[in-house]
T-cell receptor, first 119, second 119 residues
């Protein structure tokens, strides 16, 4: 079945550091990937839609310069949290859908998420 | 207004019994899709079941079934014969609009229901 790999699974770093998170679709192509953020005991909030070969589409209130998204290939999207601060600490999770199947039954498949802790 | 409403922050069920998790939605689109995902404490999002707005029959996947009542805009998840491993957070999500491209596929999630299965 469709598998999405997300790396790293956990990051602990100092304030001011930039952190890159990778999201890969392992056995299918994904022209579109999605990045979500989840605070403890809360729901997933969509941050941005990552489009292969073009600029990402950010949701209202999400800082584009803070959360840089690059979708350089059909199987890889990266999220870089620039100059991270403690308030950026959260669970970040990506998702992708096999876009070779033009069928709305195909669900989004999620990576295992990245727990980011900024000290 | 919330697009996805899950009114049960927490639910308890005895092992081997059935449980219903509520989900109501709000959309003006004629074409939409409804999804249920399970999130264990480890964080990954596991796809459970899908219901399309034009599907006449309720979706079923093993022990999971979706009680779709279109006029009431509800899409409740029914888990039969609960198992201890079913203890997790459950999210209802909606895709609005037709599946004409990746950007139309973004999901809106409810706040989730924490299910605890007691032995």
């Amino acid at each position: 079945g469709a598998v999405v790999s997300q790396h790293p699974s956990r990051v602990i770093c100092k304030s001011g550091t930039s952190v890159k998170i990778e999201c890969r679709s392992l056995d299918f192509q994904a022209t579109t990937m999605f990045w979500y953020r989840q605070f403890p005991k809360q729901s997933l909030m969509l941050m941005a839609t990552s489009n292969e070969g073009s600029k990402a589409t950010y949701e209202q209130g999400v800082e584009k310069d803070k959360f840089l998204i690059n979708h350089a290939s059909l199987t890889l999207s990266t999220l870089t949290v620039t100059s991270a601060h403690p308030e950026d600490s959260s669970f970040y999770i990506c998702s992708a859908r096999d876009t070779t199947w033009w069928n709305s039954n195909q669900p989004q498949h999620f990576g295992d998420g990245t727990r980011l802790s900024i000290l | 207004a919330q697009k996805i409403t899950q009114t049960q922050p927490g639910m308890f069920v005895q092992e081997k019994e059935a449980v219903t998790l509520d989900c109501t939605y709000d959309t003006s689109d004629q074409s939409y899709g409804l999804f249920w995902y399970k999130q264990p404490s480890s964080g990954e999002m596991i796809f459970l079941i899908y219901q399309g707005s034009y599907d006449e029959q309720n979706a079923t996947e093993g022990r999971y079934s979706l009680n779709f009542q279109k006029a009431r805009k509800s899409a409740n998840l029914v888990i039969s014969a609960s198992q201890l491993g079913d203890s997790a957070m459950y999210f209802c999500a909606m895709r609005e609009g037709s599946d004409s491209g990746g950007s139309n596929y973004k999901l809106t999630f409810g706040k989730g229901t924490l299910l605890t299965v007691n032995p």
